[in-house]
Structure formats: structure tokens, C-alpha cells
């Protein structure tokens, strides 16, 4: 569990730095108007959709240290059952284990 959780720590760590690096880059907000089309504008759109996902995926990963804090990390929110390690690996903040993940997608 000690791995896991470092695992997850240095996941946020990282992604909060991207996070912040992204921020900065969008407190210069070129200008709209006369440049259309301005790249600066395009990369502009992209820095703040791709920082949306980035804090999605924050915020999901210190949910998932917060269940791990509370033991409860590695247990399928849905149904209670564990979640298989090897799907842990893959996708850290899961709260699925694959079973309720494939209905849930179905749904
Ligand atoms: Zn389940």
C-alpha cells in the first residue's frame, strides 16, 4: 500500500506542476479581435481545455488518496468488491473494479 500511495503522490505532485506551468502560461491572454486565427489564440484554447483535464485529473487522484488515508483505497465504490491490482496500476484513481467499470460504461 506504502508504493501505491507514493505512487499516487508523485502522480499528483506531477500533475500539479503542470497544473501551475499551464496557469501561468494562461495568465497572458492574447488578444481577440483583429487576429483571427492568431495562433497564440489557438494555443491559448488548448492550454485552458487541457488544463481542465488536468485538474479533473487532480482532483481525482487526491480522491484517491483520501480513500487510501481512509483505508477504503482498492475497493469497488459500487459493489464493495476489491478492485484487481493489475487495473490499480493502470488507472490509479479508479473507483470501479472492472465488472461496475463495464456497466457503468454501458449505462
Ligand atoms: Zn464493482
Known sequence: MKQEQ???SDALQSLENQIAALQ???EEKP???MGKGD???TQWELNQTLLNQLQ???SSTRK???RMEHGIYGTCQRCGAAINPERLAILPDTRLCIRCAQKAAGE
Open 6 to 8: 507514493k505512487t499516487l
Open 24 to 26: 501561468k502560461a494562461l
Open 31 to 33: 488578444e481577440y479581435g
Open 39 to 41: 495562433p497564440g489564440v
Open 56 to 58: 479533473e485529473r487532480a
Open 64 to 66: 484517491a488518496l483520501q
